[in-house]
């Protein structure tokens, strides 16, 4: 039963580098979105997609890509990493058209030094 | 845009004991959803409980309901009998009803612990 699956959980980054996150789901759902999590900000959203091929920027999208070539896979891109993105990262996903609720990842902890 | 205000960052209670946690947001849509998501010490997140905003009866889990003043645009979260286990951080969010791009927007958390 694994629904939304993100990898790595946890990553130590140096300013400058580049990484992605990954994320996979298995439930067929059509919606998929980034949040980033940091302490007193609640989830803030990165960017979403709501089918293969199709992506939209969220609240926070600086510094951050994102592609969709799968219904299942939604990965992250930072391209080059700033201390300020140092947060937790939640993938999350969700049928459209449904009642709305959306199943997370176990989320990943990114420090970027 | 719709924003998600919770007043209290923190919150305790005694275990048994009734708490309620307040959630109010800003919105000029008529049809959306409310949720509270539960996020324990091992990050996961949870859905605790779901309203929708057409639906005037207070949705209610076990030991969670929700007081959903549609007018005053609140929605508070009230768990009875708490448990230990309860301990966690509340977020309360909102999604417009239109479509399936819509986003779900979060409040900013309120951290619950609840005391033996």
């Known amino acids: 039963n694994a629904g939304v699956t993100q990898t790595p959980k946890f990553q130590v980054l140096k300013t400058g580098q580049s990484m992605t996150l990954q994320c996979a789901q298995d439930?067929?759902?059509?919606?998929m979105s980034w949040y980033r999590q940091d302490p007193g900000m609640g989830l803030r959203l990165i960017h979403y997609?709501?089918?293969?091929?199709?992506?939209d920027q969220g609240e926070v999208p600086n510094g951050y890509n994102v592609s969709r070539s799968t219904t299942e896979d939604f990965p992250l891109r930072l391209l080059s990493a700033a201390p300020s993105q140092t947060s937790v990262y939640f993938c999350?996903?969700?049928?459209?058209?449904?009642?709305?609720?959306?199943?997370f990842g176990e989320g990943s902890r990114l420090t970027v030094l | 845009a719709q924003t998600v205000t919770q007043s209290q960052p923190e919150m305790s209670v005694q275990e048994a004991e009734t708490v309620t946690l307040s959630c109010t947001y800003d919105?000029?849509?008529?049809?959306?959803?409310l949720f509270w998501y539960k996020q324990p010490p091992s990050r996961q997140m949870i859905l605790v409980i779901r309203?929708?905003?057409?639906?005037?009866q207070n949705a209610t889990e076990n030991r969670f309901s929700v007081n959903f003043q549609k007018a005053a645009k609140s929605f508070s979260l009230k768990i009875s009998d708490s448990q230990l286990g309860d301990t966690a951080m509340y977020f309360c969010?909102?999604?417009?009803?239109?479509?399936?791009?819509?986003?779900?927007?979060f409040g900013k958390g309120t951290k619950l612990t609840v005391n033996p």
């Open positions: 999350a996903s969700r049928n459209t058209g449904d009642t709305g609720e959306l199943f």
């Open positions: 919105t000029s849509e008529s049809n959306y959803y």
């Open positions: 969010a909102f999604m417009k009803h239109q479509g399936g791009s819509e986003k779900l927007v």
């Open positions: 309203q929708e905003a057409y639906k005037q």
């Open positions: 997609s709501v089918g293969a091929g199709i992506t």
């Open positions: 439930m067929n759902h059509e919606y």
